[in-house]
């Protein structure tokens, strides 16, 4: 009888011990995790001191306010930088995502979205220099060679695509058993501005236009959101308005700008800004206009709005209904170049 109740509390501690241990097929948690959520700030221009929110008129600017802010992208890549030199990559939702990470490892996290079209990602594997910059777009005709010589042959650009970004350091170690909740907030790396071409008289003999906006930064760093220090060139489209030409550039912003709102001291410039257009008339001439916008920019180092008035066309004709149209070709008016970086998609793995 004795050795029965002994083989009975055995078989009862053997079993209890087997039901209340863990596997990982039936308990998610033995292994260490990062619950990771995200917010987006979805901001086109930062306010130092503008306040174009408080006095924002939509028929001046023909936009609401609400209309330029840029959407949540599709997704967002994970990059784990470790004590020992190792990097890992992974890939998350627009709202985030649970995903297991090794045990009690110390480690420093960017996020970034990587759904962009005119953007270079540069030097990632390097926490530190990880930057995103635009794509290279090349512009036939002389309409840009006094910029050019400005900038010292800064390379001309397309405006970037939105990116957004954030930052963990140090992210402590995680232990089995624990499920570490990590909130992010994303906030935008490039901002629009919105650029409008003022006319006096004359935009009913416009048939085109283009611009360019010389001396803002080349990049931006991803850690940091401070820009690079490097001026390039933005080439872009207008469309054309009743009274004016009107374009909603993305930048970067001004060159080596320490962004306020990524905890970091604004500094002034001695940079200078220049605006270009140039117009493609209905009986195929072109004309081009420049203006300093060092005020305005520098006001406005993170997007904004940029005005400029008073522009006249006078004395042009429309060619005879036999000659109307444009001849290909014309000044070069097409671009020569557009460069285009194409990302890779998210990756199936489900890290």
């Known amino acids: 009888m004795r050795s029965s109740l002994k083989h009975i509390l055995l078989t009862a501690l053997v079993m209890l011990v087997t039901c209340t241990s863990c596997r990982k097929e039936l308990c998610y948690d033995h292994f260490p995790a990062v619950d990771l959520g995200f917010t987006w700030e979805q901001e086109w221009e930062r306010d130092y001191g503008m306040h174009h929110t408080a006095g924002w008129d939509p028929v001046l600017y023909r936009y609401e306010y609400d209309e330029l802010r840029p ?8 990059v784990m930088y470790f004590e020992d030199g190792r990097i890992t990559e992974g890939f998350a939702s627009p709202e985030g995502k649970k995903f297991e990470v090794s045990a009690d490892e110390k480690c420093s ?26 794509t290279t777009r090349s512009r036939g005709g002389s309409a840009l060679q006094e910029m050019r010589e400005m900038y010292n042959s800064s390379r001309t650009t397309n405006s970037p695509d939105v990116i957004f970004s ?35 008289c004359g935009i009913e003999y416009v048939y085109d236009a283009r611009g360019a906006l010389g001396g803002m930064a080349e990049g931006v760093y991803l850690r940091t959101g401070v820009t690079t220090d490097q001026p390039s060139i933005i080439l872009f489209d207008c469309e054309i308005h009743p009274d004016a ?9 001004i060159p080596a700008f320490p962004d306020s709102y990524f905890g970091r001291t604004q500094h002034d410039s001695d940079n200078r800004f220049t605006l270009n257009l140039e117009v493609r008339l209905k009986n195929g001439k072109t004309k081009e206009f420049n203006f300093d916008v060092t005020d305005q920019i520098k006001n406005q180092p993170r997007g904004g709005v940029i005005r400029v008035d008073g522009i006249k066309i006078e004395g042009e004709v429309n060619p005879p209904p036999s000659e109307a149209g444009f001849v290909v070709g014309v000044d070069d008016w097409g671009d020569d170049v557009i460069e285009v970086n194409l990302p890779l998609g998210p990756s199936t793995d489900n890290k």
């Open 109 to 134: 996290i960017l996020f970034y979205n990587g759904d962009t079209e005119y953007i270079i990602l540069e030097d990632v594997a390097s926490l530190n220099d990880a930057r995103a910059t635009a």
């Open 245 to 253: 030409c009107v374009s909603q550039v993305r930048s970067f912003g």
């Open 166 to 200: 954030a930052y963990a350091e140090e992210v402590e170690g995680v232990k089995n058993h624990e499920v570490r909740s990590l909130a992010m907030k994303m906030q935008p790396l490039v901002f629009t501005y919105l650029i409008s071409f003022e006319f006096e």
């Open 71 to 78: 959407p949540v992208p599709d997704w967002v890549k994970i």
